[in-house]
């Protein structure tokens, strides 16, 4: 391979050496306790450090105390609401309110319409089938008014077909009468 020519652009030679990375803090078995030789920076503030002696340094922990600046600020009681603060808002559970089965269901004329599609006429047969099915689930759900509504629909429909069925049935027996009658 040639060193004249490079696989980069010219001018990105120093490319990865910006982007030096520290390595990973080393591992400790226990995570909650300081590691050795490292601890918190000292705070540096324009406040006074507290004398030696007082309860604050001998702790170690709490904020130093604060000389000549006092705060004018309201004690609050933990019930008491803060002020621009709106007022807790309680959500009732969702209630979910279904209707059982109807006390007294309406009639679905679901054998009326089996009769019907079988033996007068398919297609309104078929019809008041579907209409006879939509009356009983309306009458398992409770909703009395789909249930009235589709089983009058089949109601109809069923004497309709059963009427075309009877008179096509009538028609038919006419028909074969005057041929064979004509035909002799």
Not at 2 to 20: I, L, Q, R, Y
Not at 31 to 37: E, I, R, T
Not at 157 to 182: D, E, K, M, R
Request: include cysteine; charged fraction near 10%.
């Amino acid at each position: 391979m040639d060193s004249n020519k490079s696989a980069t652009a010219p001018g990105w030679d120093n490319e990865k050496s910006s982007m030096v990375q520290n390595p990973p803090p080393p591992y400790y078995d226990n995570p909650g306790a300081v590691p050795p030789g490292q601890a918190y920076p000292p705070q540096v503030s324009g406040v006074p450090s507290p004398e030696l002696g007082s309860p604050e340094v001998e702790k170690g922990y709490g904020c130093p105390p604060q000389q000549g600046a006092m705060y004018n600020q309201q004690v609050y009681s933990p019930g008491q609401q803060y002020p621009g603060q709106p007022a807790p808002v309680i959500m009732q559970p969702t209630m979910y309110v279904t209707q059982g089965p109807l006390t007294n269901p309406v009639n679905d004329y679901m054998g009326y319409s089996i009769f019907t599609m079988l033996c007068c006429c398919l297609p309104l047969g078929i019809a008041a089938l579907i209409y006879s099915i939509s009356a009983r689930e309306a009458n398992h759900t409770g909703d009395q008014m789909s249930a009235e509504r589709n089983s009058r629909t089949a109601k109809t429909l069923n004497h309709v077909a059963l009427g075309l069925g009877l008179g096509s049935f009538v028609l038919g027996i006419i028909y074969v009468v005057v041929v064979v009658v004509v035909a002799s």
